[in-house]
């Protein structure tokens, strides 16, 4: 079992940055992936980003590549999503998952959420 508890979340103009953390326990933090996911009003929740346990590799959905950053802390049990020139588009609630410890992106399928924190980009 793995408990996911989001925080950063909040209201930032449009090119502005944000950063999220995203603070785990339970499971043994450093041995499984991470990532972030989000979900706009009306839409379905999408991928955002995903980082091997060790941090050594990321991968990125193609709207937020070059703009955000995905990176984790083994001691603090803790994974970041830096998020940079923001985009009204970005306005979403953003989910801290969990994965298993196999590293296959896009083929991996989240096994725990966090409840999600709001992130919203005005124009």
């Known amino acids: 079992q793995v408990q996911l508890v989001e925080s950063g979340g909040g209201l930032v103009q449009a090119g502005g940055s944000l950063r999220l953390s995203c603070a785990a326990s339970g499971r043994t933090f450093s041995s499984i992936v991470m990532g972030w996911f989000r979900q706009a009003p009306g839409k379905e929740r999408e991928f955002v980003a995903a980082v091997k346990w060790t941090g050594s590799s990321t991968y990125y959905a193609d709207s937020v590549k070059g703009r955000f950053t995905i990176s984790r802390d083994n001691i603090k049990n803790t994974v970041y999503l830096q998020m940079n020139s923001l985009k009204a588009e970005d306005t979403a609630v953003y989910y801290c998952?969990?994965?298993?410890?196999?590293?296959?992106?896009?083929?991996?399928?989240?096994?725990?959420w966090g409840q999600g924190t709001q992130v919203t980009v005005s124009s």
């Open positions: 998952a969990a994965y298993g410890s196999l590293w296959a992106p896009p083929n991996m399928r989240p096994a725990y």
